[in-house]
């Protein structure tokens, strides 16, 4: 007692809490130091055991949002998976316990043991993570983070041919082998952010909104509308003075791809909105579409705390707030403000189903040992020429002067891409956003930067994902086609 100084009741209360009836030990204490070990092996109590036992070593917070970490629980003090693969293949991971049967006399000798069952070895699990590129995207993050002076972002990327997690990143992140010094930390950074954390989209759902919009006829690619910065419309509020919506800039006449590429908040106030002689596509109608891309529900990857998000209705806010639906409203909505809210891993999905011509592939860690195709979560290949438009502004948002990803103009290879900045639920913040995929034909890579409280994602996303799409070109694209 002396040496793990532990007070007589706190080693009574060891022994009431283990099952004499299962267990042939009873676990005193864990985690002891060297000089601890040393003093109860060298004491003659016959009954005293001090076993050695393996642990968990993590090499780098870089990895910390996918393995998670391991930890004893309370009840049976045994070690099992917490958070990430650790937590959602923790059957595989911790293996399976053997059963032996001691035998002892009235005086508690042991006389005889049979094990009754074999202990089962536990078994690895092979991740998609590529290493080396996980390790940049991190370190590049980490720099852009401390830059601005921000803890909070995501980095997220994807195979989009077959759903395959390349890199997966949530800010702040944590030292998997120190776990108790975070369990306080205002930042959370135990809390998986690209599963778990839920965000406005901003303008990245821009390009969902242009498909709705170009298949129910709204407009067609070449239509035109003018932004001159602002709409105005009738404030039932305060008659005297109008509701005015802004664009973040005048952008004169604009289409569905130059809308894309200049990202005009006024073409799809109108386009989903309505204004004018126009009818959009109206919140009843969009909500089928975001449905169809897969927002508001799970994802369904390998990792444990997965968040559904949250669609607007007119119905659920006029109960939750006594007011009804406004055409402001859907304003908001349609440049993915207001009360839509989605998961990083959500938007990505959308991005690579925009990608690949209309299919989203399930988001995995574990590797496919076998040669069963990729499961499909969601098919919008129906969309196909919608689709298709949609790209056209993708990629001029970084091929064209005016796009507002042009910095990644000067990339080895073509990039399509989305940026966006979207304000927290109290309209004090605004995150930068980044989503875009690489080549643009026959695309490998698809990529997700946010960062919390960071403002404009043009100023603080683009060059992030410029160094990072650069980096997986010379050091996956090329040289594979140089082998």
Not at 107 to 118: D, H, P, Q
Not at 203 to 212: C, Q
Not at 462 to 474: G, S, T
Request: charged residues 25%.
């Amino acid at each position: 007692q002396n040496v793990l100084s532990l007070r007589p009741e706190e080693f009574l209360q060891r022994i009431g809490e283990t099952n004499l009836e299962n267990a042939s030990d009873v676990l005193i204490a864990r985690d002891i130091s060297l000089k601890q070990a040393i003093d109860l092996k060298s004491a003659t109590f016959e009954s005293l055991r001090v076993n050695d036992e393996y642990r968990r070593h993590y090499l780098s917070d870089a990895f910390s949002a996918v393995t998670g970490f391991v930890g004893y629980s309370e009840k049976d003090r045994l070690l099992s998976g917490r958070a990430g693969i650790e937590a959602y293949y923790d059957d595989i991971l911790r293996g399976e316990d053997g059963k032996r049967i001691t035998y002892r006399d009235a005086l508690g000798r042991t006389k005889s043991a049979e094990a009754v069952k074999e202990p089962k070895q536990d078994s690895p699990v092979k991740t998609t993570i590529d290493y080396d590129f996980q390790e940049y995207f991190y370190g590049r993050l980490l720099r852009g983070l401390n830059s601005l002076g921000r803890t909070g972002g995501v980095g997220l990327a994807l195979n989009p041919q077959n759903g395959e997690v390349l890199a997966l990143l949530s800010f702040p992140s944590f030292d998997a082998n120190n776990v108790s010094k975070y369990l306080n930390d205002s930042g959370r950074p135990l809390f998986n952010r690209v599963v778990g954390g839920v965000y406005t989209p901003g303008s990245t759902i821009k390009p969902v909104h242009a498909v709705a919009a170009l298949k129910e006829g709204v407009i067609t690619p070449q239509g035109k509308i003018f932004s001159a910065g602002y709409i105005e419309i009738p404030n039932p509020y305060n008659p005297e003075t109008p509701s005015r919506f802004l664009d973040w800039k005048p952008h004169g006449l604009v289409d569905s791809h130059s809308a894309l590429a200049r990202s005009s908040n006024v073409y799809f106030y109108e386009v989903i909105g309505g204004f004018g002689g126009l009818k959009g596509v109206g919140v009843d109608k969009l909500k089928d579409y975001w449905q169809k891309f897969g927002f508001g529900r799970l994802a369904g990857i390998d990792l444990p705390g997965e968040a559904s998000g949250f669609l607007p209705d007119p119905e659920e806010k006029e109960k939750r707030t006594g007011s009804p639906w406004r055409v402001g409203d859907t304003y908001n909505v349609a440049i993915g403000q207001g009360d839509i809210s989605m998961t990083p891993l959500q938007l990505m999905d959308a991005i690579v189903a925009i990608a690949n011509g209309g299919k989203t592939f399930a988001p995995h860690i574990k590797l496919d040992s076998g040669n069963s195709p990729p499961k499909i979560i969601f098919d919008v290949s129906e969309l196909e020429p919608e689709l298709k438009e949609v790209r056209v502004g993708m990629e001029d948002a970084v091929s064209k002067p005016y796009g507002t990803a042009n910095l990644l103009s000067s990339l080895p290879f073509t990039v399509a891409a989305k940026t966006g900045s979207s304000q927290t639920a109290n309209n004090t913040k605004t995150n930068a956003l980044f989503v875009g995929y690489a080549p643009t034909e026959n695309p490998q890579i698809a990529i997700l930067v946010l960062i919390e409280d960071a403002k404009e994602g043009s100023l603080n996303a683009v060059p992030i994902a410029n160094d990072v799409l650069r980096w997986y070109y010379e050091n996956r694209i090329r040289s594979n086609v140089n082998k």
